[in-house]
């Protein structure tokens, strides 16, 4: 047995680490079977001396054990030791370490300081000093943060390799600094220049893409600690000693793009100005930092039917574009942006709306390596203007976005499929930089809550989201008030607008998330008072009938069931989806209130969901069982949700499949019914038809748009419509992942991952096969070690192959098997016979009633066992539906059928 990744608060050896009781984590990686921890033992010593020495300690908790040693100080080394023992007579230790950051803002010895440049100078700042150091040096650290967003030089050479420093933040009430090891740039002589843009504090944002939003003028904080070899420590912090000036980055928007002008020298240099800024707002980084995670190659030169010239990058994405060149003094090189081009192959930059995103680039005459700071774009096409000739390898993407940790893989043998996982994964790289927004290239870009709440589960499969939630939903909490609820952005720069179901309960649902996905319990203690409040926001909006039916609603935000109109919010009705929500998340709350051992809370609460449950029917349920509202969302969100009573269960079920045999067997839902309907049929015995609705391929499915060439999810199902043709309604984007949601179904119900306990300490194992996927393999790594599925099914014979983590149990169910088994830590494989065939067959529930009327084995079969139906004087006027639709109106054939579609394919493989 070995331990491996010792983790602290989520990260390998965190250098300025402001938790007070940071929690240690590590993994138990053993060959052998059915390893459980037996006890651990943990020391944390600093500078030789133990601040906390836990001694051996009879558990089997390997994940998130809290330090409770002597109280932390600022800007200091600690060692962590851990051992730990397991059930098979094993032991083995880890070593790790962290670094305290300042602890607290007010430990902030420099001041703030700012410029006062006229307000048309639209150059950044740069504010430098110069100093010498005259001793040897032990240790550099460099504390830094700003208004607006800040790169830091020393001697020329840029500090950290992180973009976008400070991040976002409602900085009325919270401001993050960095940390930075800045061990080897300091020499005798030195510079330290800090440049700073406009950003998301003082930048243009929004719909209405005006500037200011949280102030008008950038600022900076910054001090280097300096330890010499002598034991002596020396600080160079901001303070009215720094002169400010500008330099090459003319401008720089988040929107609109950098201009650099490497030529320009006439810098004019000034004194600074104290600025102002509370330093208790300030914080310490909570996420992981923005990064280049890749660098992606120019793969095609195009020149359009207009004459453009283009670059293919083969992939949408969120970033911006390096150039090397070797450009005349004052030679102007203009990028555009684009996620596509149009149907004649010309440069399509609509989908930015305002966001114009130009970077230009002035040359001075040597050569030249050009990249933005301070400015993102979304694209996988660029134009480039001002280059006579193109040498593509001098041209790469650069993509940026919040570095977390890869936690899962899922492949199958359906290529569409998997290029479906490689869209929503790179949706995710795309729209989680530092907050997770909507989309990452128009005139947004902005926190949207819904959209976060409705891909939280599957964003949490594919990498490790804690930090990055957990960052977010504090600003979150901070930005609620009990007269407007939770915002539908966050940060908030859309002003007061009050609570929107599915939006703002994303301060109920993504803590939980976070709870159930790594067993962080802290999660749910720090955002209880936000989840409460969000359900008593609604509790004081309710009318008599204890249903929130007042004031604006999303709805079922895009779905496709009503006429397009001004409101988009689809035919089921909003407020069904809104108290849908409301027993949900409150039903989620009462469980928090279990967990974190609150009396009072778990009675009200409960009692609060069974009153609402209760309405929820009388109000949107006839005494039959049907739903008021019978879309396929209202029918899934009350199966789903488990809103239904249950002797109407079954009705609502029928009422979603005669619905989805009304669309042949396609969606028609939006943001809040996609996510959850194919779990609510595979949960309710209709995984087949989940597997139908999710492998279509023609409109609207999630395949259309894999097959029209989608590298990214979508924003809606006709952004690209069947003729070519865009959805011109002025809200289109390409790279918007709440479709992309079903990211979870296909890790829990194909690949057959769930958690029964959080955090994966036991576990479902339980893979769904269905037609047209003959095989998956699946992989989550999990705050225990790596959990992996992989199944095929294939010429007879089902093979099953799985992995569970030492320290963790699961229970598996094999497809086809009625027993489950129960299974300790280890590797298992597991082979045996079949008769079912995966391999999708000529004909289906989509073939016309004629094709298979045509079939004289079909005829023979429906004479059988349903005599005079093929005779039937008015079949002839159903030959042209689809055996679903005919379905919809004889849903009591539904068995007959499919069982005459089996004998036509079985017979077509003789
Ligand atoms: C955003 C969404 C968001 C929606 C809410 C749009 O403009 O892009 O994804 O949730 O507005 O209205």
């Known amino acids: 047995m070995e331990l491996r990744e010792l983790r602290i608060e989520y990260r390998q050896d965190p250098v300025g680490l402001d938790v007070n009781r940071p929690r240690f984590s590590w993994k138990l990686v053993s060959a052998e079977r059915n390893v459980l921890q037996t006890a651990y033992h943990i020391v944390v010593t600093t500078a030789g001396k133990t601040v906390w020495d836990t001694g051996k300690r009879e558990s089997d908790a390997s994940v998130f054990i809290e330090y409770e040693g002597m109280e932390l100080t600022a800007h200091s080394l600690y060692h962590v030791h851990v051992e730990a023992w397991d059930n098979k007579g094993n032991h083995a230790s880890v070593e790790g370490c962290f670094e305290t950051g300042l602890l607290k803002g007010t430990n902030f010895t420099a001041n703030w300081i700012t410029h006062d440049f006229p307000d048309e100078e639209t150059a950044c700042p740069v504010f430098f000093k110069e100093f010498q150091v005259e001793k040897g040096i032990e240790k550099v650290r460099v504390y830094a943060t700003a208004l607006g967003v800040y790169e830091i030089?020393?001697?020329?050479?840029?500090?950290?390799?992180?973009?976008?420093?400070?991040?976002?933040?409602?900085?009325?009430?919270?401001?993050?600094?960095?940390?930075?090891?800045?061990?080897?740039?300091?020499?005798?002589?030195?510079?330290?220049?800090?440049?700073?843009?406009?950003?998301?504090?003082?930048?243009?944002?929004?719909?209405?893409?005006?500037?200011?939003?949280?102030?008008?003028?950038?600022?900076?904080?910054?001090?280097?600690?300096?330890?010499?070899?002598?034991?002596?420590?020396?600080i160079i912090k901001t303070d009215d000693s720094w002169k400010v000036t500008t330099g090459s980055i003319r401008s720089s928007e988040i929107y609109m793009g950098e201009t650099i002008d490497s030529t320009f020298t006439d810098a004019k240099v000034k004194d600074v100005v104290p600025g102002s800024f509370d330093k208790e707002r300030l914080i310490a980084q909570e996420n992981e930092p923005v990064r280049i995670t890749e660098?992606?190659?120019?793969?095609?030169?195009?020149?359009?039917?207009?004459?453009?010239?283009?670059?293919?990058?083969?992939?949408?994405?969120?970033?911006?574009?390096?150039?090397k060149v070797r450009g005349e003094a004052g030679q102007t090189i203009i990028i555009r942006h684009a996620e596509t081009l149009d149907k004649d192959g010309n440069f399509y930059p609509d989908t930015l709306r305002q966001a114009i995103s130009v970077d230009t680039f002035i040359c001075n005459g040597e050569e030249q390596t050009f990249l933005p700071h301070f400015t993102f774009h979304g694209f996988r096409y660029i134009s480039i203007e001002g280059l006579d000739e193109i040498n593509l390898e001098n041209v790469i993407a650069c993509v940026l976005h919040t570095d977390m940790e890869p936690t899962g893989t899922f492949i199958s043998s359906n290529p569409l499929v998997n290029q479906l996982q490689s869209n929503i994964q790179w949706s995710q790289r795309g729209n989680f930089?530092?907050?997770?927004?909507?989309?990452?290239?128009?005139?947004?870009?902005?926190?949207?809550?819904?959209?976060?709440?409705?891909?939280a589960g599957t964003a949490a499969f594919n990498y490790n989201v804690a930090p990055f939630f957990m960052k977010w939903l504090r600003d979150l909490a901070s930005e609620q008030t009990e007269q407007f609820g939770v915002p539908h952005v966050v940060p908030n720069i859309l002003g007061d607008q009050d609570g929107a179901a599915a939006w703002s309960d994303a301060a109920v649902i993504i803590p939980w998330v976070i709870y159930e996905t790594y067993g962080d319990i802290r999660a749910l203690e720090e955002q209880y008072e936000s989840m409460k409040g969000w359900i008593d926001y609604i509790t004081a909006r309710c009318g008599s009938n204890g249903l929130w039916q007042t004031g604006f609603q999303y709805g079922d935000w895009l779905a496709l069931d009503k006429e397009e109109s001004a409101d988009r919010t689809g035919a089921t009705d909003v407020y069904l989806v809104a108290n849908a929500y409301y027993a949900y998340s409150t039903n989620l709350v009462s469980k928090a209130a279990t967990i974190l051992n609150k009396q009072?809370?778990?009675?009200?609460?409960?009692?609060?969901?069974?009153?609402?449950?209760?309405?929820?029917?009388?109000?949107?349920?006839?005494?039959?069982?049907?739903?008021?509202?019978?879309?396929?969302?209202?029918?899934?969100?009350?199966?789903?949700?488990?809103?239904?009573?249950?002797?109407?269960?079954?009705?609502?079920?029928?009422?979603?499949?005669?619905?989805?045999?009304?669309?042949?067997?396609?969606?028609?839902?939006?943001?809040?019914?996609t996510p959850y309907l194919c779990h609510a049929l595979t949960e309710n015995n209709r995984h087949d038809l989940a597997g139908t609705i999710f492998l279509k391929e023609d409109y609207p499915s999630w395949l259309y748009a894999v097959k029209k060439g989608a590298t990214t999810i979508w924003e809606r199902w006709n952004s690209i419509l069947p003729n070519g043709d865009f959805d011109t309604s002025g809200m289109n984007s390409l790279n918007h992942?709440?479709?992309?949601?079903?990211?979870?179904?296909?890790?829990?119900?194909?690949?057959?991952?769930?958690?029964?306990?959080?955090?994966y300490k036991k576990m479902f194992i339980k893979p769904q096969f269905i037609k047209g996927i003959t095989s998956v393999a699946a992989t989550y790594q999990s705050v225990y070690g790596e959990i992996k599925t992989a199944w095929s099914c294939q010429n007879k014979r089902i093979n099953v192959e799985v992995e569970i983590p030492a320290n963790t149990t699961a229970i598996l169910y094999l497809p086809e098997k009625e027993e489950p088994i129960e299974l300790g830590s280890g590797r298992y494989q597991y082979e045996y016979e079949t008769t079912t065939v995966l391999e999708t067959g000529r004909f289906s529930i989509d073939s016309t009633l004629k094709e298979i009327l045509d079939e004289p084995l079909a005829v023979q079969l429906l004479n059988q066992h349903a005599p005079g139906l093929t005779e039937h004087p008015m079949i002839e006027f159903a030959y042209n539906l689809s055996v679903s639709e005919v379905l919809a109106q004889a849903p009591e054939s539904g068995d007959l059928f499919k069982s005459v579609i089996d004998a036509l394919n079985n017979a077509g493989k003789k």
């Open 295 to 323: 660098r992606i190659p120019a793969k095609q030169l195009i020149t359009t039917p207009k004459g453009e010239k283009v670059i293919d990058f083969g992939q949408n994405l969120t970033g911006f574009v390096k150039v």
């Open 433 to 455: 930089l530092d907050i997770p927004t909507d989309c990452p290239q128009r005139d947004e870009r902005l926190g949207w809550t819904g959209d976060a709440q409705v891909f």
């Open 600 to 673: 009072e809370d778990i009675e009200k609460y409960s009692k609060l969901y069974r009153s609402i449950k209760k309405a929820f029917n009388e109000e949107y349920t006839t005494a039959t069982g049907r739903m008021v509202s019978e879309t396929q969302t209202a029918c899934v969100l009350a199966l789903h949700f488990d809103l239904a009573e249950e002797p109407h269960r079954e009705r609502i079920m029928t009422s979603l499949e005669t619905n989805i045999s009304r669309h042949k067997n396609h969606l028609s839902t939006g943001f809040v019914g």
């Open 153 to 234: 030089k020393i001697n020329g050479e840029k500090v950290g390799d992180t973009f976008f420093a400070p991040g976002w933040t409602n900085y009325n009430k919270r401001l993050q600094y960095q940390t930075y090891q800045a061990d080897g740039l300091l020499q005798a002589e030195n510079k330290i220049e800090m440049t700073v843009g406009n950003g998301w504090y003082k930048g243009i944002l929004g719909f209405t893409c005006t500037p200011n939003h949280y102030g008008d003028r950038v600022a900076a904080l910054a001090e280097i600690h300096v330890t010499y070899t002598d034991g002596t420590a020396e």
């Open 737 to 759: 992942y709440a479709y992309g949601s079903i990211g979870e179904w296909m890790y829990r119900k194909l690949a057959g991952i769930q958690q029964l306990e959080p955090g």
